[in-house]
């Protein structure tokens, strides 16, 4: 049977309450220089290397932030990535876990989102 579904991630939303500050700490955490938002000032595509595409979504800002990470970015340097993390003053969450197929770190951005960065073990 063909399902009309297809198993491809188009567009991860994170959701935010201070878009420009959001904006900001993203471009410094990931490396992009900071653009211009869309919809009225409430979504911001982040620019990524795939075919997933992140947004910053400024659209409910009564969300829940509990619960664990809802998608994880990849890695080749773990410890590079905890350095940056400290560097910039991020919440981390986690020491860096080995689970056999990867290490991941968890941490927080500033709306308390939880993140997660992962190196193939």
Do not use: K
């Amino acid at each position: 049977m063909t399902h009309p579904i297809q198993r491809v991630v188009g567009q991860v939303f994170i959701p935010v309450r201070d878009m420009p500050a959001a904006v900001r700490w993203y471009a410094e955490l990931l490396g992009f220089p900071p653009g211009e938002t869309s919809h009225d000032g409430t979504i911001f595509d982040i620019p990524t290397d795939g075919e997933t595409r992140l947004a910053l979504d400024a659209n409910r800002t009564d969300f829940d932030t509990a619960g664990p990470p809802r998608f994880f970015l990849w890695t080749h340097d773990i410890a590079a990535v905890v350095d940056h993390l400290r560097e910039l003053g991020v919440v981390i969450t986690s020491d860096v876990e080995d689970i056999g197929s990867v290490f991941f770190v968890q941490f927080e951005d500033p709306d308390g989102n939880p993140l997660m960065v992962c190196q193939r073990a």
